[in-house]
């Protein structure tokens, strides 16, 4: 019963410290990058782009304009940008998170300025390019499955890649290994995978895992995860894939019990953790 | 670490990881006591312990630990965390400070809002200090009749010690040694600095006002002799200034104007970033722009991984480190918490610098300026340490590039105390204007008898120090090894020393059992990255012994002790005759060819400056300037140089010698030597050894040489003051034109003395003597030379002149009066 309220609590904390309102992640850092999307504007600065030219500068970067959808999604999780910029098929607009009156004329939402005819009109992009980076990302779909760099090739020396699980309020992250091989080392000095039960690799510290035994699932007290992995300069391994899934929250008059017996076990020191 | 549970006590050992984790375990499985102990840093330590205590069992619960306080913007801290939670009958915090070189302040600042002024009570004595925080239930109180606690924070005390004598201490015991190293008394060395800011739209918002508000004051304090540009990049790389300029008040205020026109957005790409300011760094060193006795600086602000240009980190890390010279130190500040911290940490540790997270907050402003402040007065360069006796091992990392001011460097190391009684040291580095040895000597009796009069102290701290930064320099070592093998053979050692020296590492857990060995407790270590000196400002290498600069010829000392004890020995050898200033100034002049001395006094007022030597030929100044003695003694008022002053013009160089400090001026720079050290110096062609409390001897040349005698009386004696003797061996060095009360001497005057007769003491006869076509009465007299006995002296016969010189000197003694230290004499 004890363990019950307390782990209650923690979520509600944390909750509230990272600001999250209307399902939406607000917090100080907004994010230049989200579920693939960033925004661009030219070198010679603000709105000197044609829609031909904001065309080349994302295919320049390898990814293309991004769909109005693909921007909203963006802006689900944060993505918020006060300039507004071409997206895919001529439309112009802006994604806005947090209402300001400079910005946005005070509303939420992807500020749309439709489908423009006149094409030479000069506005910033807004890009798509969601397999930019070899590793690490913000990942916000409700499954998926990722891998260390080159897998199911070994992975290189020197290797730094951090993967930023968010999900919508009120889920979890269910984390399940299916591969599993790194440079085994007393201590996991060498090459390892960190699990954060948290927004960052600071606090909500899981645990450390090298060798080549699959760690134990685990399950988030929020709707947020960060996973780093490292490798040092000398010897490498396999690898790893590691498959996610939200679990949904569940209804309300059930929440106490499902929730305590599915976590009691499991995340028992997960939310000793979760606030130093 | 230990607990009471029910008066049964637990206590703690080191195991390695997995034998702790299975005594753990075991003790679990029976239901026992157990408990589990972690420790986490955010700036902090945090143990948290788990207990499955029986119901009604009272809990004591006492943790012993050591860390290391690095010293930082001059002052050390200790922070103590203070969250009962609750109102608490009895909660009292006692600090206790030992220092052995005493402590130079003690505060404990205001951490609580104001609510417990005058709470804390200091006590401080020389060499130790306590600090009691006892609040009574009454001040805990948020209010008279609340029930909140108003402790609900920290307690930090900061102090810094003595250093103002010393520029380093070597502590000795039981066969290791801990040198610590922080000088101040140097003047700051010119950096060229570049800073890179992140304005990508990950920066908008309160992280770019607070980036901007630090950058405003960071820049108001670059010294006007530094210089800098400011490169700001998104996707796009672009430059206040495309190459260095002065750090004039023009330029900076454009700078801040610039700056506070950022509107952060886009991309991050810092590949491109940092190449840019590589290459300004590069290009103004090829261009020979960059002054060489400067330090170079890349200050990077990033709050994010990149996502524009070059995104493979490794491949960063390669072109950056392909690229950049190895004069430059590259510090990384990763600002928030979703910062991809390690990527910075690699990146700085591996190009001579540190990274620090800064926390994105409403404080980030002055998390950035204090980070940037640790770094703004680099002082020495190229700083090696040196034990050159083959009995000492195992020394930490001795090589560092730079020592930046308000910090500190701790070097520690073994050695076999039945071969050696004392310890050398020789530190070389270069400061702002000087080539520097400094030499110490370990003092290591007085650090023992000091220590076991304390039951606080522990007198064994050198060797648990030298185990503590040996272990992090392995594990920093060992994420480099380049072969499975070499990873295993060094964490051979560290889990070796580990057990050996009880420290909780990555390697190692602490199991807390009970007497029976039933029931148990176990912690670990934090997971923290060992990549670096964890809290120290350093990133230092290990370089062979021995590599003293030739010029610095200093004999290493060999088991007998370099002073016998008492006998105050400067030359082994019988001095040669020399010519000499000494007490309340009496002249010898050594006359080589005549094989003669002559001597006479000059009795004139405290603060004149005498001129000694003026060569403008070889533009070289000597001056003297008298001090007074306390008081009259038999109705005269003694004088003595209690300065000297040289002026080498060719060099531009000034030393000052003081019987406090030993100063060089040169092209607007000044260092200050201390009595207390002994050191060697190079500055400009011109050698200044200093041998503690003793001698400094300048030599601008060689053939030429003038010898400073410190003579130190007892500070409380009610006539005498410390004063300065003058030695200057004879030298055809110096022009035809040289002057000065010494330097008209050195084209020897023909003299000729006879007639000698008794004079009124028959103790002292007289003689006539013909000089500079005048004849004189001198009378025959006895000086002190006092080279080979700094405190009697040896006798030197001489025939005394009359009359302050009169006769012998050209002109009247009171035309040598100059107005400076480091005037010319003007002869009419």
């Given at each position: 019963m004890i363990i019950l309220i307390y782990l209650f609590l923690t979520l509600w904390e944390e909750v509230q410290g990272w600001g999250f309102k209307d399902g939406i992640f607000h917090n100080s850092i907004w994010l230049e990058q989200a579920a693939g999307v960033y925004h661009r504007e030219a070198r010679s600065g603000k709105y000197k782009l044609t829609y031909a030219e904001a065309k080349v500068v994302c295919e320049f970067e390898g990814g293309r304009l991004a769909t109005y959808k693909q921007l909203e999604a963006a802006r689900k999780i944060g993505f918020h940008v006060c300039a507004a910029g071409w997206m895919a098929k001529g439309r112009v607009g802006y994604p806005i998170v947090k209402p300001g009156p400079n910005c946005g004329f005070g509303k939420t939402g992807i500020i749309d300025y439709g489908i423009r005819l006149n094409r030479s009109e000069r506005w910033d992009a807004y890009c798509y390019n969601p397999h930019a980076k070899e590793c690490g990302g913000v990942f916000t779909d409700p499954k998926r499955i990722f891998k260390s760099p080159g897998f199911p090739k070994e992975y290189e020396e020197n290797q730094i890649c951090y993967w930023h699980i968010r999900l919508k309020y009120g889920q979890r992250i269910h984390l399940s290994f299916l591969d599993f091989d790194l440079e085994d080392d007393p201590g996991c000095l060498a090459d390892y995978i960190e699990i954060y039960d948290s927004y960052d690799d600071i606090h909500g510290f899981v645990g450390r895992y090298c060798g080549n035994e699959l760690p134990d699932d685990f399950i988030s007290t929020g709707n947020v995860m960060t996973l780093k992995f490292l490798s040092d300069a000398s010897v490498t391994a396999g690898g790893f894939q590691i498959k996610y899934v939200a679990v949904e929250p569940v209804s309300k008059s059930s929440q106490g019990k499902n929730t305590t017996t599915s976590t009691g076990n499991k995340n028992f020191l997960a939310g000793r953790f979760s606030h130093i | 670490f230990s607990r009471t549970v029910d008066g049964v006590t637990f206590r703690s050992s080191i195991k390695e990881k997995t034998v702790g984790r299975a005594l753990y375990s075991q003790a679990r499985a029976k239901g026992k006591t157990a408990g589990l102990v972690r420790s986490r840093s955010l700036d902090m330590e945090n143990f948290k312990t788990e207990v499955n205590v029986p119901a009604g069992a009272k809990v004591q619960f006492e943790l012993q630990y050591q860390e290391v306080k690095w010293r930082k913007l001059g002052s050390y801290e200790h922070r103590l965390y203070l969250q009962p939670g609750r109102l608490a009958k009895h909660l009292e915090v006692d600090v206790w400070i030992i220092e052995p070189q005493g402590m130079r302040f003690l505060h404990v600042p205001d951490t609580f809002d104001g609510h417990f002024d005058g709470v804390p009570v200091i006590s401080k004595g020389q060499q130790k200090a306590h600090v009691s925080f006892k609040p009574t239930v009454a001040q805990q109180r948020i209010c008279p009749s609340c029930l909140e606690t108003a402790v609900d924070g920290e307690l930090v005390v900061m102090y810094d010690v003595n250093r103002e004598e010393k520029v380093g201490e070597l502590e000795v015991f039981n066969g290791y040694f801990v040198h610590f190293f922080a000088p101040d008394n140097l003047d700051p060395i010119p950096k060229n600095i570049l800073f890179v800011i992140d304005v990508s739209g990950s920066m908008w918002g309160i992280k770019m006002k607070q980036t901007v508000e630090a950058m405003k004051t960071i820049l108001d304090d670059l010294r006007a002799e530094d210089q800098f540009s400011v490169i700001d990049f998104n996707q796009n790389v672009r430059t206040w200034r495309n190459d260095l300029v002065s750090a004039t008040k023009t330029q900076v205020a454009d700078a801040k104007r610039y700056i506070e026109r950022i509107q952060p957005s886009g991309g991050t790409n810092i590949n491109e970033a940092l190449l840019r300011a590589i290459f300004i760094l590069s290009e103004a060193n090829n261009l020979g722009m960059l002054d060489p006795n400067s330090v170079s600086l890349i200050i990077l602000v990033s709050d994010g991984d990149p996502t524009v240009g070059e995104l493979k980190l490794s491949k960063i890390q390669k072109n950056v480190k392909q690229n950049i010279q190895d004069s430059v130190s590259l510090f990384s500040l990763g600002m928030g918490f979703d910062v991809d911290y390690d990527f910075l940490k690699r990146l700085s540790n591996e190009n001579r610098g540190i990274a620090q997270r800064i926390y994105g907050n409403q404080d980030t402003s002055s998390q950035l300026k204090k980070f940037y402040n640790q770094v703004s007065t680099p002082l020495l360069r190229n700083v090696q340490f040196n034990y050159p006796h083959p009995s000492v091992t195992d020394v930490t990392q001795n090589s560092f590039h730079n020592y930046f001011g308000g910090s500190e460097i701790v070097v520690a190391g073994k050695f076999d105390p039945n071969k050696l009684e004392q310890i050398q040291s020789i530190i070389t580095a270069t400061s702002a204007n000087t080539e520097l040895v400094l030499e110490t000597l370990a003092q290591m009796d007085d650090l023992e008898d000091f220590l076991s009069k304390d039951k606080h102290a522990d007198p064994d701290f050198t060797r648990k120090l030298w185990a503590y930064l040996t272990i992090n320099q392995l594990l920093a070592e060992r994420s480099l090894a380049p072969t499975a093998a070499a990873k295993r053979r060094i964490t051979r050692t560290i889990l070796q020393m580990s057990l050996e020296h009880h420290i909780v590492t990555p390697l190692t857990s602490m199991v807390i059992q009970n007497e029976a060995g039933d029931e148990r407790m176990l912690a670990d270590a934090p997971p923290q990255d060992h990549g670096c000196c964890s809290g120290a400002l350093y990133y230092g290498s290990k370089?062979?012994?021995?590599?003293?600069?030739?010029?610095?010829?200093?004999?290493?000392?060999?088991?007998?002790?370099?002073?016998?004890?008492?006998?105050?020995?400067?030359?082994?050898?019988?001095?040669?005759?020399?010519?000499?200033?000494?007490?309340?100034?009496?002249?010898?002049?050594?006359?080589?060819?005549?094989?003669?001395?002559?001597?006479?006094?000059?009795?004139?007022?405290?603060?004149?400056?005498?001129?000694?030597?003026?060569?403008?030929?070889?533009?070289?100044?000597?001056?003297?300037?008298?001090?007074?003695?306390?008081?009259?003694?038999?109705?005269?008022?003694?004088?003595?140089?209690?300065?000297?002053?040289?002026?080498?013009?060719?060099?531009?160089?000034?030393?000052?010698?003081?019987?406090?400090?030993?100063?060089?001026?040169?092209?607007?720079?000044?260092?200050?030597?201390?009595?207390?050290?002994?050191?060697?110096?190079?500055?400009?062609?011109?050698?200044?050894?200093?041998?503690?409390?003793?001698?400094?001897t300048v030599t601008p040349d060689k053939g030429m040489s003038f010898s400073v005698l410190l003579h130190r009386v007892w500070k409380k004696h009610p006539v005498n003051v410390d004063f300065l003797g003058i030695y200057v061996p004879p030298t055809d060095k110096f022009s035809p034109k040289a002057h000065g009360l010494i330097g008209q001497f050195m084209q020897e005057p023909k003299i000729r003395i006879f007639s000698e007769r008794p004079g009124k003491d028959p103790e002292k006869p007289e003689a006539s003597m013909e000089v500079k076509g005048q004849r004189l009465i001198v009378t025959r007299g006895l000086q002190k030379d006092y080279r080979t006995d700094l405190v009697s002296g040896t006798d030197v016969p001489c025939w005394f002149v009359h009359n302050s010189g009169k006769g012998f000197i050209d002109g009247h003694y009171k035309d040598y009066f100059v107005p400076q230290l480091s005037s010319f004499l003007k002869w009419p």
């Open positions: - | 370089v062979a012994q021995g590599s003293v600069p030739s010029w610095a010829h200093t004999p290493p000392v060999t088991a007998a002790p370099l002073f016998a004890q008492g006998a105050r020995v400067l030359e082994s050898t019988p001095p040669t005759h020399m010519t000499t200033v000494e007490n309340d100034p009496h002249f010898i002049i050594y006359l080589p060819k005549s094989q003669t001395n002559v001597c006479f006094n000059i009795d004139s007022e405290p603060g004149k400056i005498l001129n000694l030597v003026s060569d403008p030929e070889s533009g070289i100044a000597v001056n003297g300037q008298l001090t007074g003695a306390k008081k009259p003694n038999h109705g005269k008022l003694s004088t003595y140089f209690g300065k000297l002053g040289f002026y080498f013009q060719h060099e531009d160089l000034k030393i000052e010698i003081s019987t406090e400090t030993i100063t060089l001026a040169q092209g607007g720079h000044t260092s200050v030597l201390s009595w207390a050290d002994t050191a060697h110096v190079i500055n400009q062609r011109v050698r200044i050894s200093v041998k503690k409390e003793k001698v400094v």
